[in-house]
RNA sequence: GGGCUCGUAGAUCAGAGGUAGAUCACUCCCUUGGCAUGGGAGAGGCCCCGGGUUCAAAUCCCGGCGAGUCCA
């Protein structure tokens, strides 16, 4: 019995006449109106029953359930608020995409750091799950893409009074089942078929009890009840095993799945066809799929059933096919031959909106993060529209999705997805190519392909199994895929990960007040006085403490100031300034003494590179998205003296010209001379404003937040910046460069930095136009006429090479004859080529060739030996090789080889006769 | 962020320490009234860049650049 127990008895369920029962089947607990239930009601347990069968009183689209659905929590004091994007990546690091509602104000609002935007809410947020990708289109009910629409009430504990940034309590459990309740109710539900099921919840090291809510056999709703974080000294143990205990906040975290409630209204088959009936329509007819009366009777009493099929739950997929047909007496091939084209169509469908999601909201493929994410759905439904024999367009598919969302970034989309699916026919192409290379290897041998060549082709090419099995069988090879192909790929991946430490709370700065940052007030200035709060040892030098300062911590990419702190005796050279909990640290080479008047001088030249830098990331990122497009958005980005990076996300490489236009819109702005300015706007309303876009250098806590203005470009910022974007000067990008696939680096320098930058480039090809003796205009026409030329004379000296070898082996050098054949022995002191030339030569004349040469510090031999002679000329270049102390070898007519003993040399050619003897006779 | 694979003729690739190759494409010649085609000849290479090992590196080692791919 749940630890848990107590939480569930509700006076909600009290007053209504609800009672507790244990599911006949599953054993799990559960509230009913209905006193003769025995099954929980949700499947396996039960099947659907709203299929044919709708559980509200009318039919709503998806847009029309969602309306109804904030209005109605609307009308009972919610604040409706809009949807985040479902790259929650942009606002926290601990995960990629946005999976619920609650992601939308982790950490910052579940925490009490962060207000939330409104207390309570209501919002329909699109979220994306992969980890359901195998059953979507196959269970009739499981999408990737979905909304989750959620009613959130953010409470703090009444004794813990204003620590947090709300306090006290809106509402908590009885209200929460009361208003789904209602919300049933409203839309025509039978109230007595709903069960509220107990199932505690634990995730992210946080819990509480938690309620699904199941409705004619779907799981419409589950409301959670989040309260307890993990402690190993907290009272309750939990289904995961750890200890938990409660927090000041408590939350009220709901989800109601959208596109369950549309179905809900509906009663179709299939989840699929009640939320995206245009675009089902088209595929079917597209794919030329039509079904006769007794098929799509077939179809209905199948999809009834299809709540067993979930690869989670049912051993395999094969299996609950089987089940399936069975209950149906039907053919389970016949059967799958039905319902495959049709699930692949449906999960098309939904792919298509998660890809639309997912490139709407600003992703972009790339080989790392939520963009391999988005690749490998993407190439996922390339396949699954290729399988089923659908002829448009994949990015027309994902536009269908994308104008329902209704993005205006629509050509964007398109264009991202037809660049992906240019690289991915590449990587087909390329894959198919190997694969037949390897299949017809194989072929002849009778063996299969072995499973480490397959490992090999998936992980280093991302060929799949299956495509290799296909190629395979069409050259006659075989392939066997081993059931646990990829936790094998996954072995070759079990390098341990290396884990940073985070900054931890420092405890001697717990009673410091927050350092007064004058950094913001006035960013010109560069002296000030403080007094000295406090001073800690390092191990080198010292961390001072002061009451306030004008010297920058590093961060946002800034690079900290540089200075020094006197008294009037001390003077401190500051090296380094960070900030922990708002409190900045000195980090100094002497104690200028606790309690102390200081004076402190910042670096003002060091610093105002830096602020140029700082604005002119600014201007570069707002130039790189007029030119290239609203998908751009930094990546990363870090500042410098003499140049700055700036990461942005985009698909393809920056070319040359776009590099131009950026640098010409960004110097425009530099030109326009506009100010900059600094505001500290409550972040709701700037978010309302302005957008997500704020963030591009992550989200800062608090209910205030720092935005600067440069231009028409807004982002919230914690670094310095110039007055006016003249301040400047100018700006010259340097270099671009690809970080990863999806993100470029444009390396820039602003100001004397700039000029300094372009003086360096020209005194580059300055040099080059003396050496070239010409103008730096002619330096690349002439570059490129000396490059032919140099082409041209290689050739050259390689025919002259062989005309003088040619040449000296009919001049008839000394001669000798060994047992009837004519050798030649000779001294040449000529590179190798010339050495081997004249082998050739002298070899094409039925003679054989002993060469040697003391050219670049070594001595070398060529032995080549005409056809019918029976000699080894690897042997007699090793012997000879080894008078010069030296090696060699080669084919049994041809050899090479040399040694470090120059003086050597002539001694071993006078050997050589003997040695070609000594070989002859052996 | 980490692992793995690959950079050789315009394209696709072979060569895996010892004289840089094949196929297609290209140029020219022959066959034809012209084309498809057939026969022959030729041109085309900083073997990605920089170090190292070696008598000798396209080849082995290290670093860089570039492309691809898998995993988190």
Sequence with gaps: MSELESEYRLEYFEENDFVRKECSECGAHFWTRDHDRTTCGEPPCEEYSFIDNPGFDDEYTMEEMRETFLSFFEEHGHARIDPYPVAANRWRDDVLLTQASIYDFQPLVTSGRTPPPANPLCISQPCIRMQDIDNVGKTGRHTMAFEMMAHHAFNAREEVGDRYAYSGEVYWKDRTVELCDELFASLGADVTEITYIEDPWVGGGNAGPAIEVIYRGAELATLVFMSLEQDPEGEYELKDGNRYSP???????????????????????????AVYPDMIDFLKENAGIEHTDDEETLIHRAAKLAGHMDIDEADDM??????????LDVNKHELESLMRPLEDIYAIADHCRALAYMFGDGIVPSNVGTGYLARMVLRRTKRLVDNVGIDAPLDELVDMQAKRLGYENRDTVRDIVRTEERKYRKTLERGGRRVRQIADEYAGSGEPIPTETLIELYDSHGIQPDMVREIAEERGATVQVPDDFYSLVAARHDSEQAFEDADRADDRLADLPETEKLYYEDQDRSEFEAVVLDVFEREEGYDVVLDQTMFYPEGGGQPADRGTISTGDVTAEVEDVQIRDGVVLHRTDRDPGKGEFVRGQIDANRRRRLMRHHTATHVVGHATRQVIGDHIRQAGAQKGLESSRFDVTHYERITREEVKEIERVANEIVMDNVPVKQEWPDRHEAEERHGFDLYQGGIPPGEKIRLIHVAEDVQACGGTHVRRTGDIGAIKILNTEPVQDGVERIVFAAGEAAIEATQRTEDALYDAAEVLDVSPQEVPDTAERF?????ERGKQIDRLKRELAEARA????????????????QRLDADSDELRATANALVDEGKVAVLGSARGGSAQFVVSVPDGVNVNAGEVVGRLAAKVGGGGGGPADFAQGGGPDVDALDEALDDADDVLRTVLNA
């Design 247 to 273: 927090m000041d906040t408590y939350i009220v975290d709901t989800g109601y799945g959208l596109e369950r409630w549309t179905w809900m209204s509906q009663g179709t088959p299939t989840v699929y066809e």
């Design 318 to 327: 094969d299996a609950a096919r089987d089940n399936i047909a069975r209950k």
């Design 787 to 791: 490059f032919a030329e140099w082409k």
């Design 810 to 825: 009919a001049a008839g050098a000394d001669e000798v004859d060994i047992d009837g054949t004519p050798v030649v022995i």
